[in-house]
């Protein structure tokens, strides 16, 4: 069972593309709004049943009704609004998180979980330590959100198809987030071999500004964030081995320990089952310590 907390515009969208990969038999909606996640488990068993696909989604109020899931997605909290930053949402945010980590704690034990609330990496952060729960099992969906934006640059510059697109996205998830041109690829080839830097570095400062011109534009990012989860349940439950950009806790990996940030791992049925250590060179090296540094900022201030 999967259990999604937060059953908003990107909690149904996460329902909705996780119920489409067809990869559990059982999806729990909650929410503390009344009728919210029963609400729309409606509507999306509706669709569901046209399109003759089994996944059974309920919606609940309880906590206690997460026993025995899987992955527990924390969506639960407040969204950015036009303007905002997403470490503008750290101290309205932390303590929801800690209030849902708790409830996971207490119900279902034995879950991993994938943090989606912003600022990402802290809330990361909040659900390691609250939870007490091994590293493996906390991955937090930021860089896998990035990397979709990234591609659809790629895209647009070359005219290639995005199915011959590889790319990768680690580091903080915000304006700090550092798109590796160096290690993205179209059909194999390097991408730094098919444009020019100028045109590598506009794509990178698109990746990082996109979101806040998608928020202006229409409220909310939605469809991109719910594909990008399901695609991380996808990973697990499926058993394989994909290698994603997940907000994980660091252990000395990249030079750097007591955070938690977007780096590529190996996600399994374990969760994260290898960090992959890339080779960046000096100026990667040192914008992803301005993440690392944004980060550690951050969650010194947190109460936990």
């Known amino acids: 069972m999967i259990t999604i907390v937060g059953s908003g515009k990107v909690g149904g969208a996460a329902a909705?593309?996780?119920?489409?990969?067809?990869?559990?038999?059982?999806?729990?909606?909650?929410?503390?709004v009344q009728g919210l996640p029963q609400g729309e488990a409606m509507d999306l068993n509706h669709m569901l049943s046209e399109k003759g696909i089994d996944v059974n989604i309920r919606g609940s109020n309880d906590?206690?009704?997460?026993?025995?899931?899987?992955?527990?997605?924390?969506?639960?909290?407040?969204?950015?609004k036009p303007g905002m930053t997403r470490m503008d949402l750290l101290k309205i945010n932390a303590s929801i998180v800690k209030g849902v980590v708790e409830n996971i704690r207490q119900h279902a034990k034995d879950a991993m979980i994938i943090p989606v609330t912003n600022p990402l990496d802290?809330?990361?952060?909040?659900?390691?330590?609250?939870?007490?729960?091994?590293?493996?099992?906390?991955?937090?969906?930021?860089?896998?959100?990035?990397?979709?934006?990234?591609?659809?640059?790629?895209?647009?510059?070359?005219?290639?198809?995005?199915?011959?697109?590889?790319?990768?996205?680690?580091g903080e998830h915000g304006e700090n987030m550092l798109p590796l041109p160096r290690f993205?690829?179209?059909?194999?080839?390097?991408?730094?071999?098919?444009?020019?830097?100028?045109?590598?570095?506009?794509?990178?400062?698109?990746?990082?500004?996109?979101?806040?011109?998608?928020?202006?534009?229409?409220?909310?990012?939605?469809h991109a964030p719910g594909n990008a989860i399901s695609a991380m349940i996808e990973a697990v439950m499926n058993d394989t081995k994909q290698v994603i950009p997940v907000a994980t806790y660091l252990d000395g990996q990249y030079g750097h320990s007591g955070v938690t940030i977007g780096v590529p791992a190996v996600i399994g049925r374990n969760g994260v089952e290898k960090i992959v250590e890339l080779d960046l060179?000096?100026?990667?090296?040192?914008?992803?310590?301005?993440?690392?540094?944004?980060?550690?900022?951050?969650?010194?201030?947190?109460?936990?």
């Open 16 to 32: 909705l593309f996780t119920a489409l990969r067809k990869v559990t038999d059982e999806i729990l909606l909650l929410d503390v």
């Open 63 to 80: 906590y206690s009704e997460m026993k025995g899931s899987d992955i527990v997605v924390v969506v639960a909290g407040s969204g950015r």
């Open 122 to 170: 802290p809330m990361a952060y909040i659900a390691y330590k609250v939870s007490g729960f091994d590293k493996s099992r906390i991955f937090g969906m930021g860089n896998m959100l990035d990397l979709s934006r990234f591609m659809q640059f790629i895209h647009e510059a070359t005219g290639y198809s995005r199915n011959s697109i590889r790319a990768m996205v680690i």
């Open 184 to 222: 993205s690829t179209v059909a194999g080839i390097p991408l730094t071999s098919l444009l020019p830097k100028q045109k590598t570095d506009e794509i990178v400062q698109a990746t990082r500004g996109v979101a806040a011109k998608v928020i202006e534009l229409k409220g909310a990012t939605v």
């Open 281 to 304: 060179d000096a100026a990667e090296k040192e914008w992803f310590k301005k993440g690392v540094d944004s980060v550690k900022s951050a969650i010194a201030g947190l109460e936990l």
